[in-house]
Structures are given as structure tokens and as C-alpha cells.
């Protein structure tokens, strides 16, 4: 599985705990090193120190020494936050040079993975308009205040192939819906009020 967007690794681990075969990316320096620190005897777990965009170079990454979980290669997004509440004592004070890479780029390194995890604040449009192939399943972070970013997602993979979706709220590791939704389905359940508040996940499974 590929974990885009790695931070501390606490997906890394819980996937390599299951014996999976994880490439961790992460383009934070001090992130990178702890993956390496923490997983680097592991020869199931291969670190690469980038971040996964639409095209492969160099990106001025956005950095919040203060809350480095919302660090950032997406400037609209960024920007867009400003009138966000959740996001009012967030303050982006720094910009690196990180190297970027593709989702084709990894599959043609790695091979096609079975799952792929995203999770890089407002960059993940980019990161799948870098996959030009359909992969089984994946997740992508969404916020309430967000969804057109959803949306632009949805609307990537369905060109990819038939895929269904499901959403997670939060932390809970549980899929929101009993049933798989279409696109349209799916949207309309995170405009809900229940669903609407609180940040969370949407994974997607070719059917």
C-alpha cells in the first residue's frame, strides 16, 4: 500500500503490523527522518521523502512549525482556510523546497498498490490528477467546509473507472454507510447535518 502523506506513521505501522508491503511519502525533513528512525529495519517498509502531486519537480511546500499536520503544497487551499474556525490559530510561517512525485511514478517503482491512503491537506485533487490508471481502493481526508475538493475527486476517479464510495467520520476507523454509495450519493450524505461537522475520510473500491 502506498501511505501519501505518512507524518508520524501511525498508518505505516498499524498497515505493516497486518504484514503489508507500505511505501510511506512524506516531504516534511523532520517527519521523514522519525519514519526512517522508527521503520527503517522493517524491509517491508520503504520511506520515500517527497510529496505526491500532479507532475514530478520541485513544490514550495507551506509549513505550520505550530501544527505541522496541516503542512501543505495547496496555496488556494491554504488561503481558503483564512475563514475557516477550525483553522483560526493555524499560521503557515515557513516555505521549503520539497521534491514531488506522481502516483504513476510509484506504481511504475513500486508496482500497483492494493490501497492507497491520502492525507496532505488540500493537495489531494493534485495527487490523483497524477494517477492515470484505476488502483482497488483508496481513502482521501475531507472537511465540511471543503467539499467542492471532494467533489473534484469524485469526479477523477469516476473517469478512472466504476468505483463506489463510503465515508469515515473522524478518528472512528468505521465506514459511516451500510451500503456502498455513487458519487452523487455520497455527496449528498456529507452535506448532512450528522455528517457535516466533523472532518473525516472517504474510501473509494472499484467495483
Not at 501544527?67 to 483564512?82: E, F, I, K, Y
Request: glycine letters at 8%; charged letters at 20%; proline letters at 6%.
Amino acid at each position: 500500500m502506498f501511505d501519501v502523506g505518512a507524518h508520524a506513521g501511525n498508518r505505516v505501522r498499524a498497515f505493516a503490523a497486518l504484514g503489508c508491503q507500505v511505501v510511506a511519502l512524506e516531504p516534511q525533513p523532520d517527519f521523514a527522518r522519525l519514519l526512517r528512525a522508527l521503520f527503517g529495519r522493517l524491509p517491508r517498509v520503504t520511506v520515500v521523502e517527497a510529496a505526491v502531486a500532479d507532475v514530478s519537480g520541485r513544490w514550495s511546500l507551506s509549513v505550520s512549525e505550530r501544527t505541522p499536520t496541516v503542512t501543505t503544497l495547496a496555496t488556494d487551499w491554504r488561503d481558503a482556510r483564512a475563514g475557516d474556525p477550525d483553522f483560526a490559530r493555524v499560521r503557515w510561517n515557513r516555505q521549503i523546497e520539497v521534491e514531488t512525485t506522481t502516483l504513476d511514478r510509484l506504481i511504475e517503482q513500486f508496482g500497483v498498490p492494493a490501497f492507497v491512503k491520502i492525507d496532505v491537506e488540500g493537495s489531494e485533487p493534485a495527487v490523483l490528477a497524477g494517477l492515470g490508471r484505476p488502483v482497488p481502493a483508496l481513502s482521501f481526508e475531507y472537511l465540511p467546509r471543503a467539499l467542492d475538493q471532494v467533489q473534484i475527486c469524485l469526479t477523477r476517479l469516476i473517469a478512472l473507472g466504476p468505483y463506489q464510495f463510503n465515508w469515515s467520520v473522524g478518528e472512528s476507523n468505521q465506514l459511516a454507510s451500510h451500503q456502498w454509495l455513487d458519487a452523487s450519493e455520497l455527496l449528498a450524505a456529507l452535506r448532512t447535518g450528522a455528517a457535516h461537522g466533523r472532518p473525516g475520510d472517504v474510501y473509494a473500491r472499484l467495483t
